[in-house]
């Protein structure tokens, strides 16, 4: 049942490189609003680069909120982010009747607009005997146990992130259920209205754009970074996409050529995977990624009553 009240929060979500930044900056200017951020790499003030982060221009055209909040040295779980993005969310809605939402990361947007799911209790022991396998065997041997055990989840989580891949493992092991069947559980019920939105284009198009956006950020220093952050490698916040592959060639496992191309290939990847994920949510309204930014506003209208 939907709230009973005039509050939406608009959630821009995609693939990575698909123009959701864009999107969501000039629907928060439209709305006269502010935007949260939903993705999960852009948390952390040393990564800049090598997460997208909205540039200066994009970030002081609309007030932005969770971009660079955190440091890569604290823990900062998608149960913290809920918690602080609802809690915010109820002081933005004193002020805006419409807030903005955008992230590629379905985890943490799911967790704004439903809630997050209840787990079931596992041994420690279990934890680190995956940990040990991390270790000893490499996130390959992990993958392709998580495969075995939930195909379906195998298919929508960052197989680039050892502490996602282990918590699945974990639940599946410890239960002996899939991972994802402990995600189709009661919604929350939140005091506010929701409408999801996502850029669409055709998949050669985003990996496209997303083998460009590649280029750019090497061009604009993205190694640099990298090296600066090699010493704390170790630190979940680094387990992504664009660090880790220059973390090898910096250490002289191999050239630079070859690990700009994994960039790619792993992020066309982790992109595939953000299709899967977001294409299974119901109720998201598709918008052509060259759309008007007016035509997409239209949509939106008729979609609820929501205030201009």
Not at 34 to 55: C, H, K, N
Not at 154 to 172: F, K, T
């Amino acid at each position: 049942m939907e709230p009973e009240n005039s509050k939406y929060l608009i959630s821009v979500v995609g693939p990575t490189a698909i123009g959701k930044t864009a999107l969501a900056i000039q629907l928060a200017r439209h709305f006269k609003t502010v935007v949260l951020s939903a993705d999960s790499r852009q948390f952390y003030r040393e990564m800049s680069i090598g997460t997208a982060v909205p540039s200066p221009e994009e970030l002081a055209a609309v007030p932005h909120y969770f971009i660079q909040h955190k440091s890569i040295f604290e823990t900062y779980t998608v149960g913290d982010f809920e918690q602080d993005a609802i809690a915010l969310l109820k002081d933005l809605f004193q002020e805006h009747d419409t807030v903005i939402m955008a992230g590629g990361s379905g985890l943490y947007v799911n967790a704004v607009l439903y809630g997050l799911d209840d787990f079931p209790e596992v041994s420690p022991a279990l934890r680190d005997a995956l940990n040990t396998t991390l270790r000893k065997e490499g996130i390959t041997a992990l993958q392709q146990e998580l495969k075995a055990l939930d195909p379906l989840y195998y298919q929508q989580v960052d197989l680039h992130n050892p502490q996602r891949v282990i918590r699945a493992l974990e639940i599946s092991k410890g239960t002996g259920k899939p991972y994802s069947s402990f995600l189709k559980g009661k919604k929350q019920s939140r005091p506010f209205n929701t409408l999801s939105i996502t850029p669409d284009a055709e998949r050669q198009v985003i990996y496209d754009r997303i083998n460009r956006r590649v280029d750019l950020m090497m061009q604009n220093g993205l190694l640099e970074e990298a090296k600066a952050l090699l010493p704390h490698q170790h630190l979940n916040a680094l387990q992504t996409v664009g660090y880790k592959e220059l973390f090898r060639y910096l250490e002289g496992d191999c050239e630079l050529e070859f690990a700009v191309e994994e960039i790619k290939k792993n992020t066309r990847r982790f992109a595939k995977r953000q299709l899967t994920w977001f294409r299974k949510q119901p109720g998201t309204l598709r918008v052509d990624f060259q759309s008007e930014p007016s035509e997409i506003i239209t949509r939106i209208s008729d979609e609820g009553p929501i205030r201009q």
